[in-house]
């Protein structure tokens, strides 16, 4: 009897985990690709002429006043770093990126005083 009610309770706390660690949505909303961290959702948005960050607190647009950005790409053992400017809702790079498959990035932001680093392989 003590058996099945340990397994009942164990059953019942897992059930109320699974239901309070619900996922939020995270498909890209502007092309580009998503990761989370930190409970933040960061997609880096990357094309020959332009890169963006977009940040999402669960599919909210973050607030990035006074927030900066750099990202660091990566292509066949060279590197070049790139400061994004402010562009109201995202961070935005414009100019000649160059070809993009092969390319990784490491991505950092900074807003106030949380920093979130996060990497993506373009194939």
Do not use: W
């Amino acid at each position: 009897m003590k058996l099945i009610k340990l397994l009942m309770g164990l059953f019942l706390c897992v059930s109320f985990a699974a239901f309070a660690a619900k996922n939020h949505d995270v498909t890209p909303m502007q092309g580009g690709k998503v990761t989370t961290t930190k409970d933040i959702d960061i997609e880096f948005v990357l094309k020959k002429d332009d890169m963006r960050v977009y940040l999402r607190d669960h599919g909210k647009s973050l607030d990035i006043k006074g927030g900066a950005a750099k990202v660091t790409l990566l292509k066949g053992g060279a590197s070049k770093e790139y400061e994004l400017k402010n562009a109201s809702d995202y961070f935005q790079y414009s100019g000649d990126l160059g070809e993009i498959a092969g390319t990784k990035a490491i991505v950092v932001v900074r807003i106030k005083e949380k920093v979130f680093s996060v990497r993506y392989a373009f194939d």
